[in-house]
C-alpha cells in the first residue's frame, strides 16, 4: 500500500503505460482516475480496477482542451475532495509518417505532448495547493534527450519540452510541496500511434542500442511512476528517472 489513500488522476489511461499506472497505484491503495479520450477502453480499464477491489472512474479528456481539462480535475475534486498525483502520460507518436517535415503533425505533436502537459501542470497544480502539495508525474521519452532517425523532430521536441517544463515548475512549485518529476521511457512496446517504431526491423536496429538488450514492460515504467508518486520520493523534484535498458548511458 505505497500510495494508501492518495487520490491520483492518470491521462492516457486506456492504454500501454497509463494503463499499466493506473492499475499499479490502484493496487497500492490510491484512488484513480483514469482520463482518456478513448472511452470503451478507459472504462473497461476502470471496471477492470474495481473488480479487483480498487477504486477508480473513467474521465473523458481530451488533453489539448482546456475546459475539458477544468471538468476532468474539478470532477476528481467533486468525487473524493483532493487531487495527490497527477500522471501527465497522454501522449501520441512521432513515428506515424515518413513526410518528417509535416507540418500539420508538428502542430498535433506538440499540441498533445507538450501543450497537453502543461495544461495538466497548470489544473493540477491549482487542486494540490488546495491541500497542501502533491506530486506530478510527466512522461517525457529518451527521445526528450536524444535526436533518433525516423521520428518526426516534433516528438523531440515535445518530449525535451516536457522535461524542461518540468525542472521549471519544480522550481517554481517547491514552496508550495508540489513534486515534479520526469519519467524517460526508451524502446517499450510500440504506442497505438507507432509507426517506424513498431517496424521490426527498426526495433531490431534500436534494440543494438540498447544495453540490457531487450525492450522494456509497460509495469517497468510504472512501477518507476508509483516510486515518484510515492512518499518515498519525497526528497526528489526536478529530477528525470531514465527507464531505458541503459540507452542514454551509450
Ligand atoms: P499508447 O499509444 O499505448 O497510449 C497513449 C494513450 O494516450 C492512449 O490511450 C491514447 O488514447 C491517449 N491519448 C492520445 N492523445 C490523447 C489526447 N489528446 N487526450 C487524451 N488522451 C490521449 O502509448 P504508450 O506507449 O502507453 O505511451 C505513454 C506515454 O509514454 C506517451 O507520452 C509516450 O509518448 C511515452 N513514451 C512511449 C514510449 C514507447 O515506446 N511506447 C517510449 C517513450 C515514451
Given at each position: 500500500m505505497r500510495v494508501a489513500d492518495k487520490v491520483a488522476l492518470v491521462t492516457?489511461?486506456?492504454?500501454?503505460m497509463g494503463a499499466a499506472t493506473a492499475r499499479l497505484l490502484a493496487r497500492e491503495g490510491a484512488k484513480v482516475a483514469l482520463a482518456d479520450m478513448l472511452e470503451e477502453e478507459g472504462k473497461a480499464v476502470a471496471a477492470e480496477i474495481e473488480a479487483a477491489g480498487g477504486t477508480a472512474m473513467f474521465l473523458r479528456l481530451d488533453v489539448t482542451e482546456e475546459a475539458q481539462w477544468e471538468a476532468a480535475v474539478g470532477a476528481v475534486l467533486g468525487a473524493w475532495?483532493?487531487?495527490?498525483v497527477l500522471v501527465n502520460n497522454a501522449g501520441i507518436s512521432?513515428?506515424?509518417?515518413?513526410?518528417?517535415?509535416?507540418t500539420a503533425l508538428w502542430d498535433r505533436i506538440m499540441a498533445v505532448n507538450a501543450r497537453g502537459v502543461f495544461l495538466g501542470t497548470k489544473h493540477g497544480v491549482a487542486a494540490m495547493r488546495r491541500t497542501g502539495g502533491g506530486s506530478i508525474v510527466n512522461l517525457s521519452s529518451i527521445s526528450g534527450v536524444v535526436g533518433q532517425e525516423r521520428i518526426h523532430c516534433a516528438y523531440n521536441a515535445s518530449k525535451a519540452a516536457v522535461r524542461l517544463l518540468t525542472k521549471a515548475v519544480a522550481v517554481q512549485e517547491g514552496p508550495a510541496r508540489i513534486r515534479v518529476n520526469s519519467v524517460h521511457p526508451g524502446?517499450?512496446?510500440?504506442?497505438?500511434?507507432?509507426g517506424a517504431t513498431a517496424d521490426p526491423v527498426f526495433r531490431a536496429k534500436m534494440l543494438g542500442h540498447v544495453p540490457l538488450g531487450r525492450a522494456g514492460e509497460v509495469d517497468e515504467v510504472a512501477y518507476a511512476i508509483l516510486f515518484l508518486a510515492s512518499?518515498?520520493?519525497?526528497?526528489?523534484?526536478g529530477t528525470e528517472m531514465h527507464v531505458d535498458g541503459g540507452y542514454l548511458a551509450c
Open positions: 492516457g489511461a486506456a492504454s500501454g475532495g483532493r487531487l495527490d512521432g513515428s506515424a509518417t515518413n513526410d518528417l517535415y509535416d524502446l517499450m512496446p510500440p504506442m497505438r500511434t507507432s512518499d518515498e520520493s519525497s526528497y526528489m523534484t
